[in-house]
């Protein structure tokens, strides 16, 4: 009797079970994920917030869809103490940025249409998504010097059926901020695809660098903007947030008309607090204060153990007998155009339209007439769509067998399929074995494609992913007394690191080690000389 889209595994997981019976025992509990700030310890100015509660104008009642014009000039106030200009008529109320996605879902989305997430973030997304009916693509952020977006996997990822791209900005948990040249480019493939933009900015104000722009501002493609009271001033029992729209005239002009009759439907906004809005809003100082205090302390906490750390290391164990190797997980292709300078053949390739080539391809084979995404395309890599292959009745090495094909059609190289990659059976070459130590059991169905040398998966820039040295290319350095100093030119690679500080250690290799002992970088064996000053 009840809907599909509640269909979740309401079931308590062993997590949850164990913090029960830690509970129930009457055991302290320190809780490290405590994300509550009126149970951490902050102070509050309880006399200001109980006065703003008592507003005689709270026993009118004045309905406003957009919620009351002194709260929404509260909210342009706080962007304009960050010297950012927002119209207040641009400013719709919501009891909480939850609300504000479901109104936001509402507008944009059929039931069926994607909306795209950035992953690692929060799992709210999903059940707010089962909600209103809508499918959530992820798109990564990897760390690269640096958390940063994938833009060619979000690119890739856009489909028939994507209204939107979601950016926390900072992210929730990787604290990424999106910079000017993030927004320059999320702004092109909004235009390009005709999507909007949703900027979540509930941890905008708790940058340590310093202050980050809001887009509340972003006038270059439809943009969404959310915030609230519940992590700018530590109040989330107050219930207030807001949603601020931008973008091309025309289209804010629409946006901001069907907005204003879903929130009428709702009015879901009270008149005590739209009237304590601006006294909740001044909290925002004192509570920021303290928190960024908690956390530079914090900070200089972390410094101080790791130089007790080390300074442990020098006393008990002698920095002598520590030592340290560094390496990097991937190199970076050149830049296609200084490529060519030198006369090498290099491309940047249109990631959406070699995906879109698959796609058709594949639809053609498997749904003719009828337009479906097979695969979300993160260049060279394709992840799989297993429920489309489902619904055709095609089996996991056929579906990625087909894949590979229409890769090899579409103009790559070449393919290895994870069926092929599982059983080992790849050609005995130095190609093949380098695809074979790529091999992940993990996730769906996939096809690693092979590219070109110096192709790049972008209209611009460079990246990396592919088997070629240029990718191989990274440091090894090495810091101890078994080391000698100096640069070394032999071929290297980081499998030699288990293989030479097992040597060290005077122990058996890993099982599967297939490195070398770098004996070129050793220092000379210490032999202490015999009585007699013989050499033993």
């Not at 498997?366 to 799989?384: K, R």
Request: proline share 7%.
């Amino acid at each position: 009797m009840f809907a599909d889209r509640t269909r979740w595994n309401l079931t308590s997981n062993r997590l949850s079970k164990a913090l029960a019976r830690h509970r129930s025992g009457g055991r302290r509990l320190l809780d490290l994920s405590a994300s509550n700030p009126t149970e951490c310890g902050f102070h509050y100015d309880t006399g200001a917030i109980m006065r703003a509660l008592c507003s005689p104008a709270s026993l009118g009642y004045h309905p406003d869809p957009q919620g009351l014009k002194s709260a929404r000039e509260a909210v342009a106030g706080y962007y304009a103490h960050r010297g950012e200009y927002v119209f207040i008529e641009d400013v719709l109320l919501t009891t909480s940025t939850s609300e504000a996605y479901s109104f936001i879902f509402r507008l944009l989305c059929n039931p069926g249409d994607e909306l795209l997430i950035p992953t690692p973030s929060y799992p709210l997304f999903d059940f707010l998504a089962d909600l209103q009916d809508v499918k959530l693509k992820p798109y990564p952020l990897i760390y690269d010097h640096g958390w940063q977006i994938d833009f060619h996997a979000l690119e890739a990822a856009i489909g028939e059926r994507t209204r939107g791209i979601i950016l926390v900005h900072p992210n929730n948990p990787t604290g990424h901020f999106t910079t000017l040249m993030d927004l320059a480019e999320l702004n092109r493939l909004c235009s390009a695809h005709g999507l909007a933009l949703i900027a979540d900015e509930v941890f905008l104000d708790f940058g340590i660098k310093g202050r980050s722009p809001s887009l509340s501002a972003n006038r270059e493609a439809p943009t969404f903007t959310l915030s609230g009271l519940s992590k700018i001033s530590g109040l989330p029992q107050m219930k207030f947030a807001w949603l601020i729209v931008s973008g091309p005239e025309d289209w804010k002009r629409e946006a901001l008309a069907r907005l204003e009759v879903i929130a009428d439907t709702y009015l879901s906004m009270n008149a005590p607090i739209q009237h304590a809005a601006p006294a909740f809003l001044k909290q925002r100082h004192g509570f920021q204060r303290q928190l960024m205090e908690r956390v530079l302390a914090n900070l200089e906490e972390l410094d101080r153990q790791l130089a007790e750390f080390f300074n442990f290391l020098g006393h008990q164990v002698g920095l002598a007998n520590v030592w340290i190797a560094l390496s990097a997980d991937h190199g970076v292709s050149s830049l296609p155009d200084a490529a060519k300078k030198l006369r090498i053949p290099a491309a940047n390739i249109d990631v959406g339209k070699l995906s879109n080539q698959i796609n058709s391809s594949l639809s053609a084979r498997f749904s003719p007439g009828h337009s479906t995404s097979f695969i979300n395309f993160d260049y060279p890599l394709a992840w799989l769509n297993q429920d489309a292959f489902a619904d055709a009745h095609v089996k996991e090495s056929d579906a990625e067998n087909a894949v590979g094909a229409a890769m090899k059609q579409a103009g790559l190289r070449g393919y290895y399929t994870k069926s092929q990659l599982a059983a080992g059976e790849v050609p005995d070459t130095a190609m093949g074995r380098l695809f074979l130590n790529s091999y992940s059991p993990e996730g769906p169905w996939y096809v690693m494609g092979v590219i070109d040398p110096y192709n790049v998966g972008s209209s611009k820039g460079t990246d990396h992913a592919t088997p070629y040295s240029y990718d191989r290319h990274v440091p090894l350095a090495f810091y101890g007394l078994p080391f000698q100093s100096g640069t070394y030119y032999t071929h290297a690679e980081p499998v030699d690191l288990a293989a030479t500080l097992a040597a060290l250690l005077g122990i058996n290799a890993p099982t599967h080690s297939v490195g070398r002992v770098l004996t070129e970088a050793l220092a000379p064996p210490h032999r202490t000389p015999t009585p007699g000053g013989k050499q033993p």
